[in-house]
């Protein structure tokens, strides 16, 4: 019967030098066995001599979970059913070994995985192996009964949410191997020793673990250089920190809602202030930032108390919502170093009475000045005179505009919700007029729209019922942008011949619209481009057309009858969705992408394909509750 050998190193190495055919092996207990070589089915030693077999079981001998990592490690884990064995549960204290026995082999633990213990309630201690290098994301969240853990020594990483809810643990040694711990790791665990986490050899600041509360006054230690993100989120009785040189950066959301922080310090290292760093800190009336920054990132000081703000030359960019509701704000300098202010950059900056934009800002985002009603009310020209950016302060005031000569592009929401807006020149030099650009402008009663635009984006007279109610086509007569003014008026439509596409929304709640000409030469129809319009019964797509954009006939519930030409090849996400009372549709063998959802809830149509599963990419659910589904090639 062949034998399993437990031996040193040496002891191997001696026999095979020997080339004996039997050799004497002492085991543990003192006895001697008389073992012929060729018997031997596996040898077990470690660098350290003596293997100890007391830290091996045989998988099938316990009631943890093993995934195979390797061929020659493994971790714990959950039941990839996403079960667990009802054993989990019901065990207080673990001991997880240090190898297993998997169908003969054996292999070293050295991960407890994702999930593995999440929720094990009834869970009070734990004891890891030494050979283990990784806790996995959310490993022991919500272990509520935890009460203490050993990490050993050999742990490198630890994963996002892997103690969250742990509200017994009252101790945890992070060893100095750590290199990483994920987000939230010990997030709502508020029995721990409340203190300051300082790991990878000093490096990195994890920020405050325990109770929040008592988290008052931070110094954070020299030869820390990165604080981690969230570190001291909703740290509502912080109210200073001192933060050491050497820092490189304030990441996302490392004190949002710190509701009452008044005082810091950001060092000369710090060179980027990240998303929602200072989000909500409504105590925070006033900051220095550095010279040695050079960005602001998206939402950073949003919802603040910030009164005034120096931004330093140097600052190139002011990210999107990073002043958004800041409505204390009155005063901020703008340096000439800025080339771009992103979306809602300043929105609801109430009390914000001036702002100058440096020449060098090449791009402001939509709505960036939106519900700043105290600023003086005037026309945003930009980027050396090209960009009109729209209206900013109180938007009853704007009334009547003539856009200067050499603007080339009316940006996206550039006069959205201008109500009292009567009249507008807009120069010839204009090729770009932006979505939304005219969105509820409702007392706007005409307009001009130079031959020379190209490009009109999506929406950008919704809601203007004012207009003289008709179709728009522009860019030489190639485009259609659909229907201006009223769209209850929009009844029966015939697009002129030369129009190559139909725009985005072109005629999208067109309630009314019982009839649609198509001229030939038409190559695609765009997103939203007849959403909704509830009276359409039928649509004849002419030769040509390559695309069916997303939304194109979506909830279009009267509809009963639309072909579509061999030339389409491309049917995108929604583009029939919801359009109940199709009953058939035949897919011609060219289209090789039908988009998720294209016709799902299509309830009474019968789905015919002129090509294979093969050929053709589908989306997920693109016939969700259709009739029936024919491929024609199998």
């Known amino acids: 019967m062949a034998k399993k050998l437990f031996a040193s190193v040496m002891t191997i190495a001696m026999c095979l030098s020997m080339l004996a055919t039997d050799m004497i092996v002492k085991q543990r207990n003192g006895e001697e066995w008389k073992i012929n070589v060729a018997d031997v089915e596996e040898v077990f030693f470690e660098e350290n001599g003596i293997q100890d077999d007391s830290s091996v079981i045989d998988a099938s001998e316990t009631f943890l979970l093993f995934n195979i990592l390797s061929d020659s490690t493994v971790e714990v884990t959950r039941d990839k059913s996403g079960n667990w064995k009802p054993s989990y549960l019901g065990h207080d204290s673990i001991t997880i070994p240090e190898k297993v026995r998997i169908d003969g082999k054996l292999y070293t633990v050295t991960s407890i995985g994702k999930d593995a ?89 994890y920020g405050w673990i325990g109770d929040n509360e008592k988290c008052t006054e931070v110094i954070i230690p020299s030869g820390v250089t990165s604080i981690k993100k969230y570190a001291f989120e909703s740290c509502s009785n912080l109210t200073s920190v001192i933060i050491p040189e050497g820092v490189k950066s304030i990441g996302e959301a490392v004190f949002k809602s710190c509701s009452s922080l008044t005082n810091i310090n950001i060092p000369e290292s710090v060179k980027s202030i990240g998303e929602e760093a200072f989000r909500k800190c409504s105590s925070l009336t006033s900051i220095k930032i550095p010279e040695s920054v050079k960005s602001i990132g998206i939402d950073a000081f949003s919802s603040s108390g910030l009164i005034s703000i120096d931004i330093p030359e140097g600052v190139t960019s002011i990210g999107d919502g990073a002043f958004d509701g800041c409505n204390s704000l009155t005063n901020i300098e703008i340096p000439k170093s800025m080339t771009s202010i992103g979306v809602h950059a300043f929105k609801g900056c109430s009390s914000l009475t001036n702002i100058n934009i440096p020449e060098n800002v090449t791009s402001i985002g939509i709505f960036a000045f939106e519900e700043c009603n105290s600023l003086e009310p005037k026309l945003l020209i930009h980027d050396n005179g090209k960009k009109c950016y729209g209206w900013i302060g109180d938007k009853e005031k704007c009334t009547e505009v003539i856009i200067p000569s050499g603007v080339t592009s009316i940006k996206q929401s550039a006069f959205y919700k201008c109500s009292s807006l009567t009249n507008i020149v807009i120069p010839e030099s204009v090729k770009e007029i932006g979505d939304f650009a005219f969105q509820d402008c409702s007392s706007l009663a005409s307009i001009n729209i130079p031959e020379g635009v190209t490009s009109i984006g999506s929406s950008a007279f919704s809601s203007c019922n004012g207009l003289e109610p008709k179709l728009l086509i522009y860019d030489n007569g190639t485009k259609c942008y659909g229907w201006m003014g009223d769209r209850e008026k929009c009844t029966e439509v015939t697009i002129p011949s030369g129009v190559t596409s139909i725009n985005d929304g072109a005629f999208s709640y067109c309630d009314n619209l019982t009839r649609i000409d198509i001229p030939s030469g038409v190559t695609s129809i765009g997103k939203y481009a007849f959403q909704e319009c509830n009276s359409l019964t039928s649509v004849d797509l002419p030769a040509g057309v390559i695309t069916i954009g997303n939304f194109a006939f979506s909830r279009c519930g009267s509809l009963t009858n639309i072909n579509i030409p061999e030339s389409v090849t491309n049917i995108e996400n929604f583009a029939f969705e919801s359009c ?11 289209v090789t992408n039908i988009g998720i959802e294209a016709f799902k809830y299509c309830t009474n149509l019968e789905v015919v394909i002129d090509n294979s599963k093969d050929n053709v990419n589908v989306g997920r659910d693109a016939f969700n509750k259709c009739k029936s589904v024919t491929w024609l090639k199998e």
């Open 580 to 590: 109940s009372s199709l009953t058939s549709i035949d897919i011609p063998k060219n």
């Open 117 to 205: 213990f999440y929720e094990c309630s009834s869970l009070t201690s734990i004891d890891i192996p030494e050979r283990v290098t990784s806790i996995g994301d959310d490993a022991f969240s919500r272990c509520t009964s935890l009460t203490s853990i050993d990490i050993p020594e050999r742990v490198t990483s630890i994963g996002d949410y892997a103690f969250a809810s742990c509200s017994s643990l009252k101790s945890i040694n992070i060893p100095e191997s750590v290199s990483d711990i994920g987000d939230f790791a010990f997030f709502y665990s508020k029995s721990l020793e409340s203190k300051l986490l300082i790991y990878d050899n000093g490096t990195k600041c």
